[in-house]
Structure formats: C-alpha cells, structure tokens
C-alpha cells in the first residue's frame, strides 16, 4: 500500500500521560500536514513540514505539542501531559511540493483517535 | 483564514436518487478539494477542483472560484455513498495545503 499511514489509529491514555503518533507520508511526497479533527466539525490545521523543516504552526499547536520529522520522511506527532479536550482524531495529510507541479492536493492517512479519560 | 460554508447539513436520500451538495467559501483560491469521510474516519479524495468541471462515474464538480463556490453532484446514489462530504480549500496567496474546511454534509442513502 502505497498511501499515507498512521500508527496506532486508536489511543486511550489517561490524563496527565504523554503520547506520540507517527505518520509515515506517501514515499516522493516531499510535504506533510497534521490536522486535528473533533466530533461534528472539519479537520483544523496544526502544523506543517516541507522535508524536514516545519514552515507553519497553527495557533491550535499549544507548547504541549511537539511534532518533528528528523529526516523528511516518516513524522511524529506528541502531545505531553494530556488532557481531556485533546480528545480527537489526529490526521496526516501528504503533498507533492515541486516547482513545476504543486498543487497543493492533499492525500490524507486514516487517522489516530485519541481518547483521554 | 478563509471561511467555508456547506450546505445542505444534512441531506437523507432514498437510492437511486440525485443530489448536489454546495460549498461557499469567501476569498479568492488556490485549491479546492471535495473529500468524502468514510465511517472509519478516513477522509478519501474525491475531486481537486479549484476551478471548472470534473467527471468521475457518477460523481461530479463544478467549481465558479470567480463566484466562489463549488457544487458536488451524485447520480443515482447507493447506500456505499453514505458519510461526511467536506469541502475544503485554501486561500490565494496563503500556504499550498493549508486547507480550511466545511463543517460537512452528512449524506445517508436509504435502499
């Protein structure tokens, strides 16, 4: 399979517990995205890489998230010291960012739910 | 940011039958997708349309960007095509895949 994949796509942590979520993108897809979607609404934008540098970071992204992708490929995605209204599926978009061609389409994984009790 | 609105909210079919679905947004851009969000979660690439018309079987879309808004069509709709449709998009000028999305039209086929 050749999409986007995220790993776990079901977390149920306790408040207070650190937790990472990994998004491994589309291979020549040089650009990634974590969006962060609640029940009933769309997906928000949290953060986003070219490679390995993160050019944008929403508002939504407090200091309690973290997100890396060391060698522009695989990216994880922690949030630290959880708490309730975490509570949401994180998403992993991918993009092919040239030149030539970028249209900015973005191709997303399946998810990872994250339940905070 | 861009503001998206989607219309109907909710929209209950019997099978077999048409519908479009509306997607406003209020600036000019650079990119609009039409996703369909499965019961999984997953959120599945149905069209990149930031202006004119696209055919795939029976989905289609239109997009006017100089009127700002974009249609979603479905003929002869089966049950498999119940789910969340978001529209999304991102401004001129603004990062590429920086989407801001709609709030969705929750689609339920009956047989």
């Known amino acids: 399979d050749t999409g986007v994949s995220q790993d776990p796509r079901h977390k149920i942590t306790k408040r207070g517990q650190n937790v990472t979520f990994r998004c491994d993108p589309i291979?020549?897809?040089?650009?990634l995205y974590w969006y962060r979607q609640t029940l009933g609404q769309g997906p928000e934008f949290l953060t986003y890489?070219?490679?390995?540098?993160?050019?944008?970071k929403s508002r939504l992204l407090s200091d309690r998230f973290s997100a890396e992708r060391p060698k522009g490929s695989f990216s994880t995605l922690e949030i630290q010291r959880t708490e309730q209204g975490d509570s949401a599926m994180y998403l992993c978009?991918?993009?092919?960012?040239?030149?030539?061609?970028?249209?900015?389409?973005?191709?997303f994984g399946e998810g990872s739910r994250l339940t905070v009790l | 940011g861009i503001q998206v609105e989607q219309s109907p909210p909710d929209l209950i079919l019997q099978e077999g039958a048409n519908s479009t679905l509306r997607c406003n947004f209020s600036?000019?851009?650079?990119?609009l997708q039409w996703f369909h969000q499965n019961p999984w979660g997953q959120l599945i690439n149905l069209f990149y349309?930031?202006?004119g018309t696209k055919q795939n079987g029976r989905l289609s879309a239109t997009t006017v960007a100089t009127e700002r808004y974009s249609l979603l069509y479905i003929s002869s709709s089966q049950t498999t095509d119940s789910g969340v449709y978001f529209c999304?998009?991102?401004?001129?000028?603004?990062?590429?895949?920086?989407?801001?999305f709609g709030r969705g039209t929750q689609l339920t086929v009956w047989p």
């Open positions: 978009a991918s993009s092919l960012g040239l030149r030539t061609a970028d249209t900015g389409e973005l191709f």
């Open positions: 291979s020549e897809h040089n650009r």
């Open positions: 890489f070219q490679n390995e540098a993160q050019l944008e």
């Open positions: 600036d000019s851009v650079n990119n």
């Open positions: 349309i930031p202006s």
């Open positions: 999304a998009t991102s401004r001129r000028g603004s990062t590429l895949g920086r989407l801001y």
